[in-house]
C-alpha cells in the first residue's frame, strides 16, 4: 500500500512550515521518512540544495534535523540533564560531561526563554515543561530543523501560547520549524508556509498570508466542509433519564461528585461542560455502569437503574446495555476496544452475547455480514474487517466505536469526547451520526472539553465545577463568557 | 514503506522453527565437545523418539501428559494470568483420581471407574486452583506468587499424605497400593499391535479432543472471546461488562482442572499407583508449551510432541552413548525455553529486513 506517492515541497529556511492533512493523510508517514525511521522507495531529499541520503535517525540528527514527537520520549524519573545527556553521554566518567552540559542547558535556555530547570526531575514538570525538555533536547543536539508533530494535542491554551512564542523565537534565530497539526486555527496564527496532503498526496501549497480556515478545510477534506450541519427542530420527548442527589467519593473520601441532578428526555442533546477533570467523566462512568455511586437515584425509563446493593460494578455495564444504554467512552484505547482485535472483532465488543447461536458459539457469517455494513455506512477506511484495529488511525478508530454503539439501537447514548484527536472530516462525520441519532428520538449525554463542539450539538448545556453543576443553559443562551465563569465555579444558579 | 509487522506466516512458523534450530545447534556444539559426534546423535535421537513405532508411542505417550499441561498453561495466559501452579494442581488432582480409585476400584466396572476417576482428578486440581485466582480476583494477590507456593504447599502436603495415610501397611516404597486393573485406561496397542509394548493410551485421544475443545472455545465462542479480552485489556474488558473476577477465577478452575487431568495419563495409563512426586515437571514443561506454542492448539500440540520425544530419544541416547548424560536433555529442553520463550522475537528484525529488502507481499500497514 502507497502510504505517500509524488510528494513534493520545499522548506524554506528559516521559516515555519505548517503541514495539514487528516489522520492517515501521509504526514507522519513523510516526516518518519524525513527523520530516517522509514526509507522512502524512490526520490530525493535536498538540504541546502545538497542531495543527502537519511536512511537512520542518527543520518537525520548528523543533518541537524529534530524532531518531537505527540509522544514524550522522556524517562520519568530522571532529572531534566540526565534526559538530554542519555545517548549523548561520552566516555565512562560522567561527572565533567554533567557539568558542561548542565551549562549548556542553561545557556539554550536562556537565549530561547525555555524556562526549564536542568535538575528538574520530569515527573514533576507540567505537560508542556515536558515539551519543552522535548524542544530542548533537540535544540542541544543542535537541530536547525525542527519537527514538531501534532506539539498542541495535548496543551492549554495558554501553554500552546507560550509553545509559540518559543517557535517564533526560533525562528528569528534562523531555525526551521516544520509543524504538523490538523487544527487550522494554529496554521493560521504561526505558520508563514502551509502545505495540505491528502490520502498520501501533496493537494496544495500556498503562503499562510493568502489561504483561509475554510480553503485549507476544503481542500483536506477534498470538499466543502459545511459548518452548521442540518438538525430537526428541538421536540423532547418523555424523560429518558433522570438523576438525582447523585454523590461519589473515592476510597480515600474525596468529594468527586455531589448533589448531581438533571433530567434527560428523548430526542434532545444535553452536553456536559467544563474543564477536562470536574466530574464529568465520573458521572459518565456512573451512567454507564462501570463505576458505583457512593449516594443518590438514577431512573432510566421511569425505572431505578440496577446499582442496587452490588459491592462492586463488576459486569454491570453488560445490564445496562441490555437496558438499552450505549456508551461511547471517553479514553476509546484503554476502554473503547481491544487493539490486538480485529476491526471486525471490536464491532462487537460489548455485545458479544448477540451475536452468538444457541451455543454460544459465534455466528461468524452474521457478524461479517454486520461488519461490512458498518464499515460501509460508517466510512471507515480502511474497510478491511480483518486488520488490526491498532492499525488504524485515531479517527477511524473512533468510527467503529461510534458504528457499533448506534448500531446497537440504544435509548440512551452516552459520548465521551467523541472527536478528541480526531481530523475535520471526520468530526462532521460523527457529529451527523449524532445529530440523527437525536433526530431518532434517542436521549444523548454528551460529555465535552470543547465549547466548539458543544455549540455544534447540544441542545441543552450542564456546566460542570469541582463535582458539582454551577450552571444550566439552553443553547439559544450560548455565551462563551458566561459559560467560562461557570466553568471556573463562579456562577450559580 | 516498510512493514513493521511480520507477516502471520512469518511469526507462527519461520520464527519458531529458526528459534528451535538454534536451540539445537547449540545442543550439537555441547554434544561436540563430550567427544560425540552430533550428527549420529541426532540421528539416533530422531530414529528412537519418531520412526521406529514403539519409540514414537513413547513419545505420544510422554506428550499426552503433556498437552494437558501446556493447555492449562495456555488457558490461563489467555485471560493474562500467569498460572506456574500446573505442577502443584497435577499433583493434587493426582490425589484426587487416586481417593476415587481407592473408594470405587473394586465396586465398579471400567466404563463407570474411569470417568469417576477422571472427574476427581479434575475437580481437585480446579480446587487447588481456586484459591489462587480468588485471591487475584478479590485480594489481588499476584498469582504468580502464589501458585509458585502453593507448588510448594502440594508438595509438602502429598508427601504427608503419601507417608501418613495412603501408603499400605508394611511397606517402604512411598506410594499407594496399586489400584485394581479395571482402572487402567486402556492401551491403543490392544487396537494398533503395531505400537509394539507401550504405555500409550485413551489418554492421547483425550488430549486430542481436549485441543479441539479448547480450540473452539477460545476463538469460536463468546466465552472465549471474553477471556481473550480480559487477557488483553481489562479496563475494556470492564467496559464491556465482563466481570473480570469471575473470568479470572473461571480461568484458573479450568486451567486447575485441565492440569489435574494430566495426572490421568502418568497414573491410570502407566503406573497404576499414586507415587511421591509423579508429575516430575510435567506442570513446568506445560509453561514452556504454552510459550513456544503460542497458546495455540496446533502450536501445542507440535511441542508437547518435541518435549515427549526429547524425553523418549534421551533416554536411548544416553543409553548408546555413555559420554552423552541424561543430564544432557534436561539442559537442551532449557536451550529450547531459552530460545523459544524468553528470545522468542530474537529473530525478528533480521526477517523483517529481508522481507523488506526483497519486496515480499506484505501486509497492510
Known amino acids: ?52 541520503q537519511i536512511r537512520t535517525s542518527h543520518d537525520a540528527i548528523g543533518l541537524g534535523i529534530g524532531m518531537v514527537h505527540q509522544h514524550f520520549m522522556l524517562v520519568e524519573n530522571f532529572t531534566v540533564l540526565d534526559n538530554v545527556m542519555l545517548g549523548t553521554e561520552g566516555g565512562f566518567k560522567l561527572a565533567a560531561q554533567r557539568a558542561a552540559t548542565e551549562a549548556k542547558l542553561r545557556e539554550i535556555c536562556e537565549r530561547y526563554r525555555l524556562n526549564v530547570d536542568p535538575l528538574a526531575t520530569i515527573s514533576e514538570l507540567s505537560v508542556g515543561a515536558q515539551q519543552r525538555v522535548e524542544i530542548l533536547k533537540q535544540i ?63 493537494v496544495g501549497a500556498t503562503g499562510t498570508a493568502s489561504t483561509s480556515k475554510e480553503e485549507l478545510a476544503n481542500m483536506m477534506v477534498g470538499r ?139 455466528d461468524f457469517k452474521a457478524i461479517a455480514a454486520r461488519c461490512a455494513h458498518l464499515l460501509k455506512a460508517f466510512d471507515v477506511r480502511p474497510s478491511d474487517p480483518d486488520i488490526r484495529l491498532g492499525l488504524l488511525s485515531g479517527g477511524n478508530q473512533q468510527k467503529v466505536v461510534i458504528a457499533r454503539e448506534v448500531s446497537s439501537k440504544p435509548k440512551l447514548m452516552l459520548v465521551g469526547q467523541p472527536t478528541r484527536g480526531v481530523d475535520i472530516g471526520t468530526i462532521e462525520s460523527i457529529h451527523a451520526q449524532l445529530l440523527k441519532l437525536r433526530d431518532e428520538g434517542v436521549a444523548i449525554l454528551l460529555v465535552s472539553v470543547e465549547l466548539e463542539e458543544v455549540r455544534a450539538l447540544a441542545d441543552r448545556i450542564i456546566v460542570m465545577s469541582g463535582g458539582r453543576v454551577t450552571g444550566e443553559l439552553n443553547i439559544d443562551e450560548f455565551d462563551t463568557t458566561r459559560i467560562g465563569l461557570m466553568m471556573g465555579g463562579m456562577h450559580k444558579k | 514503506m516498510k512493514t513493521t509487522e511480520l507477516p502471520r506466516w512469518a511469526s507462527a512458523f519461520v520464527l519458531p522453527v529458526l528459534n528451535l534450530l ?8 555441547v554434544i561436540h565437545l563430550l567427544g560425540e559426534n552430533p550428527a549420529e546423535s541426532l540421528s539416533i535421537l530422531i530414529n528412537s523418539a519418531i520412526i521406529n513405532p514403539e519409540g514414537l508411542s513413547y513419545t505420544l505417550f510422554y506428550a499426552s501428559t503433556f498437552i494437558f499441561t501446556g493447555l492449562s498453561v495456555s488457558v490461563a495466559m489467555k485471560a493474562g494470568l500467569f498460572n506456574i501452579g500446573s505442577e502443584g494442581q497435577m499433583y493434587i488432582g493426582g490425589l484426587g483420581l487416586t481417593l476415587a480409585m481407592l473408594s470405587l476400584d473394586h465396586a465398579l466396572p471400567a466404563w463407570a471407574l474411569i470417568p469417576c476417576a477422571m472427574i476427581g482428578s479434575a475437580l481437585f486440581g480446579a480446587a487447588w486452583a481456586w484459591l489462587p485466582g480468588y485471591l487475584q480476583a478479590r485480594r489481588g494477590s499476584h498469582i504468580v506468587v502464589t501458585t509458585i507456593m502453593f507448588n510448594f504447599i502440594a508438595a509438602s502436603l502429598m508427601n504427608f499424605l503419601i507417608v501418613k495415610y495412603l501408603i499400605p501397611e508394611g511397606q517402604q516404597n512411598p ?25 500409550l493410551n485413551v489418554s492421547f485421544l483425550l488430549a486430542i479432543a481436549a485441543l479441539v475443545v479448547y480450540g473452539v472455545m477460545v476463538w469460536r465462542s463468546s466465552w472465549g472471546y471474553q477471556l481473550r479480552a480480559t487477557g488483553l485489556n481489562p479496563h475494556a474488558a470492564h467496559y464491556a461488562g465482563i466481570s473480570i473476577s469471575r473470568m479470572i477465577i473461571v480461568a484458573m478452575l479450568i486451567s486447575g482442572a485441565l492440569a489435574g487431568l494430566a495426572s490421568v495419563n502418568s497414573i491410570m495409563g502407566s503406573t497404576h499407583y499414586l507415587s511421591l512426586n509423579f508429575p516430575a515437571g510435567a506442570g513446568f514443561v506445560g509453561i514452556a508449551i504454552a510459550l513456544m506454542g503460542r497458546q495455540h492448539p496446533v502450536g501445542i500440540f507440535l ?62 500497514g
Not at chain 1, 496543551?155 to 526560533?170: D, K
Request: charged share 20%; glycine share 10%; net charge neutral.
Open chain 2, 22 to 29: 538454534s536451540a539445537l545447534l547449540v545442543a550439537a556444539l
Open chain 2, 175 to 199: 506410594a499407594s497400593r496399586v489400584f485394581a486393573t479395571a482402572g487402567e485406561m486402556p492401551r491403543l496397542n490392544e487396537w494398533f499391535p503395531v505400537l509394539g509394548d507401550t504405555p
Open chain 1, 224 to 362: 466543502p466542509i459545511q459548518s452548521e450541519l442540518p438538525r430537526a427542530p428541538f421536540k423532547p420527548g418523555q424523560a429518558v433519564l433522570k438523576v438525582a442527589g447523585l454523590q461519589l467519593e473515592d476510597k480515600n473520601k474525596v468529594r468527586l461528585l455531589a448533589d448531581i441532578d438533571f433530567t434527560l428526555r428523548a430526542g434532545e442533546i444535553v452536553a456536559l461542560a467544563g474543564v477536562s477533570g470536574n466530574g464529568q467523566s465520573e458521572l459518565l462512568e456512573i451512567l454507564s455502569g462501570m463505576r458505583l455511586p457512593s449516594a443518590g437515584k438514577v431512573e432510566f425509563l421511569g425505572r431505578a437503574l440496577p446499582f442496587g446493593k452490588r459491592r462492586d460494578a463488576d459486569g454491570l455495564p453488560a445490564a445496562f446495555r441490555a437496558l438499552g444504554i450505549a456508551h461511547v467512552p471517553e479514553d476509546r484505547l484503554r476502554d473503547g476496544v481491544i487493539k490486538d482485535f480485529s476491526v471486525m472483532q471490536n464491532t462487537v465488543f460489548g455485545y458479544q452475547d448477540r451475536v452468538t447461536n444457541r451455543w454460544g458459539l459465534f
Open chain 2, 303 to 364: 511441542s508437547s510432541v518435541l518435549f515427549g520425544a526429547l524425553i523418549q530419544g534421551g533416554f536411548d541416547l544416553s543409553l548408546e552413548k555413555p559420554n552423552i548424560p541424561q543430564e544432557t536433555f534436561i539442559f537442551i529442553q532449557g536451550l529450547i525455553i531459552l530460545f523459544c520463550g524468553a528470545m522468542e522475537n530474537f529473530y525478528a528484525p533480521a526477517i523483517l529486513k529481508m522481507l523488506n529488502l526483497t519486496g515480499a507481499p506484505q501486509q497492510k
Open chain 1, 1 to 52: 500500500m502507497q502510504a505517500n506517492a509524488d510528494v513534493s515541497f520545499a522548506i524554506a529556511k528559516g521559516s515555519i512550515h505548517g503541514l495539514v492533512g487528516e489522520n492517515g493523510a501521509g504526514k507522519s508517514t513523510l516526516m518518519s521518512i524525513l527523520y530516517g525511521y522509514y526509507n522512502a522507495n524512490s526520490g530525493h531529499i535536498l538540504l541546502d540544495g545538497q542531495e543527502r
Open chain 1, 140 to 202: 542541544y543536539r543542535s537541530a536547525n530543523i525542527l519537527i514538531l508533530d501534532e506539539p498542541t494535542a495535548v496543551l492549554t491554551a495558554q501553554e500552546t501560547a507560550s509553545l509559540f512564542a518559543i517557535l517564533r523565537l526560533f525562528k528569528e534565530q534562523g531555525k526551521t520549524i516544520v509543524l504538523i497539526t490538523h487544527k487550522l486555527q494554529e496554521i493560521m496564527d504561526i505558520t508563514d508556509q502551509v502545505t495540505v496532503m491528502r490520502a498520501g498526496r501533496v
